[in-house]
């Protein structure tokens, strides 16, 4: 149960968040015996419980609403779903839904009015209570009414035909672009209502932002549960409870960390004679842990499909993200963009590595606790941790920072404002898949890749050997990725620099660097940096032609990589008319070419079996070096024009 006692522990110590979050697109820390969902109609009454008038709400950003609810309406499901307390759906709410034509859940078809019993018995024994609040009162009065479906298609909310019932979609004629309630939702009867009490001594109006309301419920709902009995995380007596929060990773997620129905057939298993015996968690603390979990998912942890990876400090402090890159961790501040990577770029950012690590270390605390929690779904209803990784603040960091100084190269695939954002550092696990395995990689692949590189984030292990040669193929079959993808460029030069931060990682021991090494002259480097200059001259000679096309280089990279010495000779060949195109522009890079070829020692010259992923770091690192170093009188070589056209694909 650690990890259910660090969510808890989180909670207390961020109390002071409980609401609604100023950043756009986070999900409230919500209290206790509340939940949220999304609002399409907004009522608005007085203290007296007199209707004032409604809106339909069509900004999806301002849907999301904190209710009150009951454990059994947190989690209701089936033919007759348990009514909300306060906002809930029209059946519940209108008196008059049935005399509209409403169409009412099938297990309430034989009586229409339960569900509206059922609300208002549950709203009259909290207003009745001493836990009463001058809002809920205003809502019951006005709910008693049963005006509320009047109200509405008074005020032209909700629409009825000439018989008085309700309709659908499909029979109002309406103005293709309207804003009315069919503009969100293609039923009206299912429409979930949230209130507005406005009276002279109110300061907050909206039932969903009163924290005085939140706390009535509260103290009402935990009155009236009296089965107390160990809870398994405090060690004290407390309300258990058995029916655990859902809505973990998003709302509309049915899946449950906790869940106990087994009391038939698999009766726990054998194990236990019922579901407290198997986990005893008290009502707050499951609360409490499951939506820290929540908040802090949409605050700061990553999301795809059904994964989720969060990383947190119990203090509630801001740490950074095992998912991130240099990009993500630092922002775009002081970041190269747009232009030539300056030299010292590798230097410029582990400096501020250390810098931004020393930083989170202050804040945090070497001795805080972090914990890392990787979430996925094993079936729909049920959810598993993949991953946990506890830490003190110190080690988190440590690892965290040695990731990024190990599995480093410089990176060009990341825009802003539509300008490329040059970064030196370690990609970010889901780009990693997307190297590996394209970019159209299977989610299954892609959750699967990123938890197995957890580990050696984290827990410093040894990088996937199979991730990295899958990078280095599809790197070394340029023209391949072409094919698949009409952003190839750009997919190419993302797949080429990303298998060169993997391979070097892989390779530690080499102590490769990633500025051109001319003192380097092991075989595969040197024939991945003539790749390069055979590239760089034939790009040059087709733009002094204004002629776009593939070079020949590019054409034969996988078989280049597979057989080279036969390969190269192709190429030298190949290249004949374009140095006879340039004329003396070009002896200079023939000269570098022939200085190269000169480095190698002739037996491995002569060698045709397969290069390994050196080649690249050889390639990658001579390209830049001649984009670095280009003279006027070049202009621009041809993976320059590549990274103009793979900008205006991503404009």
């Not at 307390?85 to 339960?114: H, I, M, N, R």
């Not at 055979?534 to 020949?552: F, H, I, P, Q, V």
């Amino acid at each position: 149960m650690s990890w259910i006692q660090k969510l808890y522990e989180t909670y207390e110590n961020c109390e002071a968040n409980i609401g609604y979050s100023e950043t756009e697109g986070q999900r409230p820390l919500l209290p206790i015996c509340h939940s949220t969902t999304q609002a399409q109609i907004e009522i608005v009454i007085d203290g007296n419980g007199d209707f004032r008038r409604a809106r339909v709400i069509t900004d999806k950003s301002d849907m999301t609403t904190i209710i009150p609810c009951t454990e059994s309406s947190a989690g209701r499901a089936g033919s007759k779903p348990v009514n909300h307390p306060l906002c809930d759906k029209l059946q519940y709410l209108a008196g008059d839904f049935s005399v509209y034509g409403g169409s009412v859940t099938s297990g309430f078809a034989k009586d229409p009015e339960e569900p509206f019993r059922d609300y208002t018995d549950g709203l009259s024994k909290w207003c009745n209570s001493e836990f009463s609040h001058p809002k809920a009162r205003a809502i019951l009065s006005y709910v008693n009414k049963k005006t509320v479906i009047q109200d509405l298609v008074n005020h032209q909310i909700l629409f009825v035909g000439q018989q008085n019932q309700l309709l659908d979609k499909k029979e109002v004629e309406r103005e293709k672009n309207a804003t009315d309630i069919f503009s969100i939702m293609n039923s009206q009867d299912s429409a979930f209502v949230r209130w507005i009490v406005e009276s002279d001594d109110t300061v907050e109006s909206k039932v969903w932002r009163d924290r005085s309301l939140w706390e009535s419920w509260i103290g009402y709902y935990l009155s009236g549960q009296q089965a107390e009995s160990i809870c398994f995380v405090t060690g004290n007596d407390a309300i258990l409870t058995t029916n655990h929060p859902k809505f973990i990773r998003r709302e509309g997620d049915g899946a449950k960390l906790i869940s106990a129905n087994d009391s038939t057939n698999f009766t726990y298993r054998g194990r236990f004679g019922s579901a407290e015996q198997a986990c005893g968690v008290s009502l707050d603390v499951s609360h409490k842990a499951h939506f820290a979990l929540s908040w802090l998912i949409s605050r700061q942890g990553y999301r795809k499909g059904d994964l989720a990876i969060v990383a947190w400090a119990t203090s509630g402090r801001p740490v950074p993200q095992p998912t991130d890159d240099e990009v993500d961790l630092f922002g775009l501040e002081d970041l190269p963009s747009d232009e030539v990577a300056p030299a010292n770029t590798a230097q410029t950012v582990a400096r501020k590595l250390k810098k931004s690590i020393a930083g989170y270390g202050k804040e945090i605390g070497d001795a805080t606790d972090i914990i890392v929690m990787g979430l996925d779904s094993a079936t729909p209803g049920r959810l598993s941790i993949i991953f946990y990784r506890e830490l003190t603040g110190s080690e988190f960091l440590d690892r965290l920072s040695s990731w990024h100084e190990t599995c480093t190269w410089l990176h060009s695939y990341r825009f802003a404002d539509k300008k490329r954002i040059w970064f030196t550092g370690a990609p970010a696990p889901h780009d990693i898949a997307e190297a590996a395995y394209g970019k159209r990689v299977d989610d299954k692949l892609r959750k699967a890749t990123i938890e197995r590189l957890l580990p050696c984030i984290l827990d410093g292990q040894p990088i996937p050997r199979d991730l990295v040669e899958s990078a280095v193929r599809r790197a070394s079959n340029r023209i391949g990725i072409k094919d698949n993808d009409d952003k190839f460029e750009n997919e190419w030069n993302k797949t080429l620099s990303i298998a060169c931060a993997l391979f070097n990682k892989y390779n530690r021991k080499e102590s490769y660097k990633m500025a051109l090494d001319p003192d380097r002259t092991t075989r595969d480097y040197l024939y991945g940096r003539l790749l390069a200059l055979a590239d760089s001259l034939e790009g040059w000679a087709l733009s002094e032609a204004k002629e776009k096309r593939e070079t020949n280089a590019a054409r034969l990279m996988q078989r280049f990589a597979e057989h080279p010495f036969s390969t190269w000779r192709t190429l030298e060949l190949a290249l004949a008319p374009y140095k006879a195109r340039l004329g003396g522009k070009s002896i200079k890079r023939q000269q570098m070419i022939d200085e190269v070829v000169a480095s190698f020692e002739p037996d491995d010259f002569l060698n045709d079996k397969r290069l390994s992923g050196e080649f690249l770091l050889g390639y990658h690192s001579q390209r830049e070096f001649l984009r670095n170093n280009r003279t006027q009188d070049e202009g621009k070589d041809i993976d320059d024009f590549a990274a103009d056209d793979s900008e205006t694909i991503n404009q």
